[in-house]
């Protein structure tokens, strides 16, 4: 394959991230930020990996490169389209429902195009964040037996 | 070059030196225009893949056409009614649109619309790309340059121009420095009159396949009116019933009626630039009716919001030129018009300060 992404496929940067990745068991307490070695292994990607030079294309490839841009444009166009078509299938549907029941009756028709005025957010929800920890549930842990109190 | 030497004492002395593989042939400077050379398959199978998908969605849209066609045939044999024709024009709009989509993916298309300089107009995705480009490039040139000159307020009411009218006054013409596009003048060019004293080519790239008459008009809205204290417009060329379409592009004088003849761009000394704007005004149904401008009708003082509302005339394009005062001008009146040459200067300045006798106004008065 002598295409010109034939060196992306191993790039120094891939090459860092295969270096650093750990291979063998873990070492307790690494000097990493919060105690975490990929923030270390993404700031080695983003800051240490060294510049790749500019692609050159020939005529022939740049045709290439861009006939394959409008066929991947023609694969989107055509998934949008098909998702499109799904819902408006069932938005129909869904308006035909409620006009049977709107014919149907007036109390139950009221009564599903309303909302509950006083609803409020689960408050036992797990506080979401940007940068959520490896293990987000231990379910190996076993349940915790009251400690009796003196 | 020393390349052939090189081969002549390969083959005479049958010595160890190599062979050279690439061959001697010369090919003329002025070769003739490259042809398409289709990428080579197998070399990257994304675009082999890419390929299969647009054969394919190309044949769904050759489908769709027929369907579209077919009920087409059918809307066209139905009883007439107000909405038919709307709803006949938006399904020949339809089958337009997916004629140019089925073929706008191909590599070839798009190799052929950027590198031949003749494309072949009757097919509907060369139109369409064409039409694209026009509006993306030239268009807002056009229109930026009309607006800022002001020479849509004062020869006829803001509109945006559907053709692209250009005209070529011959090799010479266009001064060192100014923008060409296509080989053309950029609208609103300064252009000198002694370049301008012969009729120019007229090119016109239009969007529809078939022949519509158009009026072409060159005017000039700069010529001072003395009397009046303003500005009036002259007329400087009249052609009607001009036949155009997207494959006949350009003027052929024997196939229209030239109402007025050329006559040659004078702007007097004295007086600041001229606009010399030519317009192409499509005529009646659609461009389908031919009109009939007799020399009573209409002179070279005929303003085009007249000549258009009088014979119901649509304006689609333009093109202008500016010019100024040059010795060249000097010669147009004595030979081409065989007048005496106007001289325009402002009017002498009077000195609100002072009276009549020159002397300073008096402010009191001697009891």
């Known amino acids: ?150 | 070059m020393s390349f052939p030497r090189v081969i002549l004492r390969a083959g005479r002395s049958c010595s160890a030196m190599p062979t050279r593989a690439f061959s001697v042939k010369s090919v003329a400077r002025s070769a003739v225009e490259p042809t398409y050379k289709a990428p080579a398959l197998g070399v990257n199978k994304t675009f082999d893949e890419a390929l299969k998908v647009i054969a394919e969605d190309k044949a769904k849209r050759l489908a769709d056409i027929k369907n579209m066609e077919a009920t087409l045939a059918q809307l066209v044999k139905a009883a007439p009614s107000a909405a038919k024709d709307t709803e006949i024009a938006a399904l020949k709009e339809k089958i337009f649109k997916q004629e140019a989509y089925a073929e706008i993916n191909d590599p070839e298309i798009q190799w052929q619309f950027k590198n031949n300089k003749n494309i072949d107009m009757s097919k509907a995705v060369f139109r369409f790309m064409k039409s694209k480009q026009f509006k993306r490039e030239t268009l807002p040139v056009i229109q930026q340059r009309t607006t800022q000159m002001f020479v849509t307020p004062d020869l006829l009411p803001a509109f945006t121009p559907s053709v692209n009218v250009q005209l070529d006054f011959g090799a010479g013409s266009i001064p060192q420095g100014t923008k060409i596009a296509d080989g053309y003048f950029e609208t609103g060019s300064f252009l000198l009159p002694g370049k301008t004293i012969k009729e120019p080519k007229v090119n016109v790239t239009s969007f529809h396949p078939e022949q519509r008459y158009y009026t072409i008009a060159l005017v000039d809205p700069d010529m001072p009116d003395v009397e009046n204290e303003t500005y009036k417009q002259q007329l400087h060329w009249l052609i009607a019933n001009v036949p155009l379409s997207a494959t006949q592009t350009e003027l052929t004088k024997e196939n229209a009626d030239v109402v007025l003849s050329y006559l040659a761009p004078h702007p007097p000394k004295g007086t600041k630039y001229h606009r010399y704007t030519l317009l192409l005004a499509e005529q009646p149904n659609n461009g389908q009716d031919k009109i009939q401008i007799d020399a009573t009708q209409i002179s070279r003082e005929t303003t085009l919001r007249d000549l258009c509302s009088h014979f119901k005339l649509e304006v689609k394009g333009l093109t202008f030129f500016r010019q100024v005062w040059d010795k060249d001008v000097s010669r147009i009146y004595k030979e081409v018009l065989q007048q005496d040459e106007p001289v325009y200067g402002n009017q002498p300045k009077v000195d609100e300060l002072l009276d009549e006798t020159g002397q300073k106004k008096k402010k009191f008065v001697h009891m």
């Open chain 1, 1 to 150: 394959m002598s295409s010109p992404f034939a060196r992306t496929a191993l790039t120094k940067a891939s090459n860092l991230m295969r270096a650093g990745a750990p291979s063998g068991p873990k070492k307790g307490g690494g000097n990493s930020l919060n105690g975490e070695p990929r923030n270390d292994l993404i700031k080695k990607v983003l800051f240490d990996a060294p510049p790749r030079p500019p692609v050159r294309f020939s005529p022939e490839d740049m045709t290439r490169h861009e006939t394959i841009e409008r066929a991947w444009k023609l694969v989107r166009q055509q998934q949008k389209q098909a998702q499109e078509e799904g819902l408006a299938r069932k938005f129909e549907m869904m308006r035909k429902a409620n006009a049977e029941l709107e014919a149907t009756s007036a109390q139950l028709f009221k009564h599903s195009q309303t909302k509950e005025r006083h609803a409020v957010f689960p408050r036992q929800l797990r506080t979401l964040t940007d940068t959520p920890p490896k293990q987000i549930w231990n379910y190996r842990q076993p349940a915790a037996t009251p400690t009796p109190k003196a």
